[in-house]
């Protein structure tokens, strides 16, 4: 299995413009996450899949963040417009769970986003 | 509320040197408690888990309840251990999802 892949791996967009960064996560994985990386804030959770479903989204900045599941192996999380404060790494992870929620999550190389 | 600190950003040490990058949390009842590490150009993994009590690349780490902390220690310092650590923390209160702490980028010099 090649891990969990998110493509672009760089994007450079300009302000206004419309983002949208992709997932795959490892097969089998019933948890998705979303990420961002900044050197102000470090990690933050921006919002997880448990089933394809949003289980919280709590982290999402603001109205112009929006992020779909539609099947088992795809997620998107889109910046509609972007903003240069937008610009960040964003991380992919995924991973098994139990009834008591997620186990270990295995993470994609990151898409690195600037905003112009 | 801040639930994980990191209070460095930088930790730069000396080949051979002791390392201890430190981790405080605020929560009241028993979390799982982790260490992340990202190396240069690679991916965000899993270094150690407090449940597990294991050692690796050298690194130890104990949950101290009565102090909220879960420091990452190592007592001689490599170059290859440079990379970004963070500190994480998992609880049922939390949704059983990772809070992550700010992260210390530990510079190891020759």
């Known amino acids: 299995d090649a891990g969990v892949i998110q493509s672009p791996r760089h994007e450079v967009t300009e302000m206004g413009q419309e983002v949208t960064l992709r997932c795959k996560p490892i097969s089998g994985h019933d948890y998705l996450f979303w990420y961002r990386q900044t050197m102000m804030r470090g990690l933050e959770l921006l919002i997880y899949f448990n089933n394809n479903v949003p289980i919280d989204d709590s982290g999402m900045p603001e109205d112009r963040f929006s992020a779909k599941m539609p099947n088992a192996s795809f997620s998107t999380l889109k910046i509609q417009p972007s903003e240069p404060r937008d610009s960040a790494v964003y991380f992919c992870?995924?991973?098994f769970g139990t009834g008591s929620g997620p186990l270990e999550q295995f993470f994609g190389p990151g898409t690195r986003l600037t905003v112009l | 509320a801040q639930r994980v600190t990191q209070p460095e950003k930088l930790l730069s040490v000396f080949k051979g040197a002791p390392v201890e990058l430190k981790c405080n949390y605020s929560?009241?009842?028993?979390?799982?408690l982790f260490w992340y590490v990202q190396y240069s150009r690679q991916r965000l993994q899993l270094l150690l888990r407090?449940?597990s009590r294991e050692s690796i690349k050298g690194f130890t780490a104990d949950l101290n309840k009565g102090e909220t902390s879960f420091h990452l220690k190592k007592p001689f310092a490599q170059e290859e251990d440079s990379a970004m650590y963070y500190c994480a923390l998992r609880a049922r209160e939390y949704g059983n999802k990772l809070v992550f702490g700010a992260g210390t980028i530990l510079r190891v010099k020759s």
């Open positions: 992870a995924s991973s």
């Open positions: 407090h449940i």
């Open positions: 929560y009241s009842g028993s979390p799982e």
